[in-house]
Structures are given as C-alpha cells and as structure tokens.
C-alpha cells in the first residue's frame, strides 16, 4: 500500500515538473511575442523562415575567399587546406605567378559542400587568412549535389 502512493506521489512530481517547464516557456514565449527581449535564450519557439535567429561571431558558416587590394585572390595555393581537410572536399589546381612574391596562385579552387562538416581546419590551417568562414550564410541547401560544389568565382564573390 504505501509502495502504491509513493509511485502515485512521483507521478504526481512528474506532472508537477512538466507542468512548471510549460509555464515558464509559455510566459518567455509570450513576452518574446511582444518583443520584450528577457536574458532567457532558447525559451521560445522563433518562427523560422519568416523570423531568424542571430548567429553567433564565431558561428562556421558558408566559406569565402578573401582578394587582395588589386582582387586577385590572396590564396598563394600552398594546399595545407586541402591537406588538413578530413573531408577532403578541397581541390585545388595550383599556377605560377608572373609576380615573384606571390609565386602561386589557384587557376582551380573547388569545395564540395555536400562533403564538407564545417570542422573549420582548412581557416585554422590557411598561412594567409586567405579563406574565411564568416559570412553569416546558412541556407546553401540546393536539390542536387552538383549546385553544392563551389569554384573559384563563387568563392571569391561571397556565393550564393
Ligand atoms: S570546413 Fe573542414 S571539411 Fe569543410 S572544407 Fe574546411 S577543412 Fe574541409
Ligand atoms: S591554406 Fe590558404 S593560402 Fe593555402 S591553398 Fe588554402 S586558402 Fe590558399
């Protein structure tokens, strides 16, 4: 008998806790509603598409490829991002440069988002700061693998 109310006491605990989530959330919810900004993240619903979250700074997103001042790309084609890549979804195809101190640069830059894990190596590993994840851009999502592959010309105009 007293096992017996001890498992409806939990129960009832249970509800109780439930009940004390719901509340919160719906009052969160209701304020954000109304756009009162409370330090509480995460505690509403955001009605994505129509309405967007921020992204945080140091958030991984769509790669670019930084120009140099006469937009030539600053990429030297050294390829440690396509070496460090553990998707080895890089591939480059590398040029001699008539500047000598420059020496190289990508005639062939290609990321193949559809492998890529945004482990962020390839920005880790670049000499250069010539590739950089930063440009806030989240939807690439495309029908076919063949719109995922990113060149040269996409990559240095912030695709897409
Ligand atoms: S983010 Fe990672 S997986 Fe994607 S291209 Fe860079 S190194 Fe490769
Ligand atoms: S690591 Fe940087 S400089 Fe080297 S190939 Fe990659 S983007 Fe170019």
Redesign the pocket.
Known sequence: MFRLFGYFIEIIRGILITARHFIVNMVFHILNLFGIKTKRKGAFTIQYPEQKTEIAERHRSLHR?MKREDGK??????????T?CPSEC?Y?E?TEDPDPEIQKY?ST?IIDLSRCCFCGF?VE???????RMDTGEVEFAQYNRKDMVLDLESLLNEPK
């Open positions: 490829l790309p600053r990429c030297v084609a050294c390829m440690l991002c396509e460090v890089i480059i590398a990508p830059f390839c590993a670049c000499p250069e700061d010539a590739i």
